[in-house]
T-cell receptor, first 105, second 114 residues
Framework: EDKVVQSPLSLVVHEGDTVTLNCSYE??????LLWYKQEKKAPTFLFML????IEKKSGRLSSILDKKELFSILNITATQTGDSAVYLC?????FGAGTRLTVKP | DSGVTQTPKHLITATGQRVTLRCSPR?????VYWYQQSLDQGLQFLIQ???????AKGNILERFSAQQFPDLHSELNLSSLELGDSALYFC?????????????FGAGSRLTVL
């Protein structure tokens, strides 16, 4: 069965720090890997990665996929308290357990 | 507003009862997915429908069933409810059945079983 594993499960940082969230996957037929952000409501889409080594960026957030090593990372630079959320990695319809990020002032 | 509509937003019921959760997908989306999220737990995939047909099944209990109607709305039926079924149930929709497929989530239905 396809599997998505995220680490760490929880992370506490201070405003201004840079964080790296990890997602490793074991899937039979890779198509795409997606990142979502979940605050106190429904998950919202951040990035979709379909090709190896392609970096996607949106402001302070960026993500890269390594198809050879079967992992993806999500980077957040200059973190703000508003970045506090659970970050979810997904393959097809299956989600990892998520990384709960807390950014302290 | 994501365009995915779920009703009801909140539901309180007793053990042993049966409830139905409803989802209208975003306009143009053919796939509907159901997820269960218990307190501080991850998103557990339950089931997917694509254009009226069941496409994929996850960790859905036998007490639970779902269907997608010709107008593409979907219903999740939960029966013989137990305390452990208390959770937030999300519906999501997408244009495709698989592949490079972004899911758009509804606001969720919070079920409390007393």
């Amino acid at each position: 069965e396809d599997k998505v594993v995220q680490s760490p499960l929880s992370l506490v940082v201070h405003e201004g720090d840079t964080v790296t969230l990890n997602c490793s996957y074991e899937v039979t037929n890779f198509r795409s890997l997606l990142w979502y952000k979940q605050e106190k409501k429904a998950p919202t889409f951040l990035f979709m990665l379909t090709s190896s080594g392609i970096e996607k960026k949106s402001g302070r957030l960026s993500s890269i996929l390594d198809k050879k090593e079967l992992f993806s990372i999500l980077n957040i630079t200059a973190t703000q308290t508003g970045d506090s959320a659970v970050y979810l990695c997904a393959y097809d319809m299956r989600f990892g357990a998520g990384t709960r990020l807390t950014v302290k002032p | 507003d994501s365009g995915v509509t779920q009703t009801p937003k909140h539901l309180i019921t007793a053990t042993g009862q049966r409830v139905t959760l409803r989802c209208s997908p975003r306009s143009g989306d053919l796939s509907v997915y159901w997820y269960q999220q218990s307190l501080d737990q991850g998103l557990q995939f339950l089931i997917q429908y694509y254009n009226g047909e069941e496409r994929a099944k996850g960790n859905i209990l036998e007490r639970f069933s779902a269907q997608q109607f010709p107008d593409l709305h979907s219903e999740l039926n939960l029966s013989s409810l137990e305390l452990g079924d208390s959770a937030l149930y999300f519906c999501a929709s997408s244009a495709r059945s698989a592949g490079a497929n972004v899911l758009t989530f509804g606001a969720g239905s919070r079920l409390t079983v007393l």
